[in-house]
């Protein structure tokens, strides 16, 4: 058997280390074998592992380490067969073609061949026409969405490691401003959940010009909606501070900006429907024949931007503050004390909105954008209530006509017209009567006379003083709607507002 072992290359103390140690038991093995070939199943293979299997560890021998792998050798640049980096948006480029497709791409670059836009790209021309070598890029098979997704996916990167610079906390006054201004809002204009809708099949499924059944509802509507909104006004901090004459003046660019901001936070997309005060639930086609008319699709969509903001009562009534606070009004006398009162205003709305939004810096801005969108919606308003004069079959209701910033173009438009005016506010009295026009009080004065009464409101001096000449009679007439004004601004303000506002009037 040595002779054997021998002859395989093998020496008598390998032959010694698998049969003294017993790894394979091959003595015991042995008697059950003695028919077969050794070599039939001792093979140099197995030899070899029972050897490895079988060495002690004083007689091992370390094993050279494994030599590294060899470098990855990537093909030549594609574009300009300069020594490539490796795959670069589909292809094996170097780092200067992949930065040149990547900028060319992500830049809309458009470049110009001053040849034959046949031009030789290689390591040494290829700075020389950047249009031939953009089209090379093309051709060897750059992807230009492959350049789109990893901008993508630098930018979401970027965005999820986004941290706040700071924690937005509202210092104790800001904090009992947004508590004063929620609950101005609150209390003067309920929230959608509060009110109990109901609906009418009045002209719900056609347009017409003009509904007049709704017409009346929508304009009785809104003039308990302004009466609010002055509400509101006076309980904001500061505003009664201002002269009377801001506070008209504040009041009537404003009013109808506040308007549609209030009406479209009412806004139901599911059942494309608006809902009033009184829970008066119109849809698109009902809100056109009340008198909305061409304005009605600009009013929803405004509706429809405003819901992304997912803005709360207390976001919604410091926008209404700011919009109404704004020292950009034409013909303020204080527009510096205004802007003054407005920044805080601006401030907490802008820690508000992000204390709740932390990772949403952007709402901030896109809400203050909704005011200059509101401008737009009001500034076609006015045009609208100028035209729906021409269509209803009475006066324009007084508090409405009051609020609009032009009122002068309602006879504008009549004189145009060729109709006859509508009646004033404060009609002259019958001849050879002696009291004053403020007496004769049409049937819309006596309800806001007593809305005023029940507020604790006094008639104002302007409407109970009148000359007794028909100039002066017909000047006062022009005045009415801001006589009006003037008293509701009277009411709850500063003894400094009053002094000033008696001493321009004297």
Known sequence: MFDCMEALGMGPRQLYDVTSRGACMLRKANPFFTGLDPFAWTGSA??????TQSTSSEEMVPSSPSPPPPPRVYKPCF??????????????????????????IQKNM??????????????????????????????VGMSKEAVRNDRNKKKKDIKEELVLPESYELSGELEELVNKVSKAHQDTFPSLLQLGKYHTNSSADHRVQLDLGLWDKFSELSTKCIIKIVEFAKRLPGFTTLTIADQITLLKSACLDILMLRICTRYTPEQDTMTFSDGLTLNRTQMHNAGFGPLTDLVFAFAGQLLPLEMDDTETGLLSAISLISGDRMDLEEPQKVDKLQEPL???????????????????????????????????????????????????PPLIREMLENPEAFEDQAESSGESSPPPVLPPPPQGSTKPPSTMKTEAEDEEESWGTE??????????????????????????????CESWALEGCSDEARKSHAGRAQ
Do not use: W
């Open 346 to 396: 601006l401030e907490a709305l802008k820690i508000y909105a992000r204390r709740r939004r932390p990772n949403k810096p952007h709402m901030f801005p896109r809400m203050l954008m909704k005011i200059t969108d509101l401008r737009g919606i009001s500034t076609k308003g006015a045009e609208r209530a100028i035209t729906l004069k021409m269509e209803i079959p009475g006066p324009m």
């Open 455 to 484: 507020n604790g409101s006094e008639p104002s001096p302007e409407e109970e003083d009148d000359d007794d000449d028909d100039d002066g009679g017909e000047e006062d007439r022009d005045r009415g709607s801001d006589s009006e």
């Open 110 to 139: 458009v470049y110009t061949c001053h040849r034959d836009k046949n031009c030789q790209i290689n390591k040494v021309t290829r700075n020389r026409c950047q249009y031939c070598r953009l089209q090379k890029c093309f051709e």
């Open 79 to 104: 574009v300009c067969q300069d020594k490539s980096s490796g795959y670069h948006y589909g292809v094996s480029s170097c780092e200067g073609c992949k930065g040149f497709f990547r900028r060319s």
């Open 46 to 51: 197995s030899i070899q592992s029972v050897e």
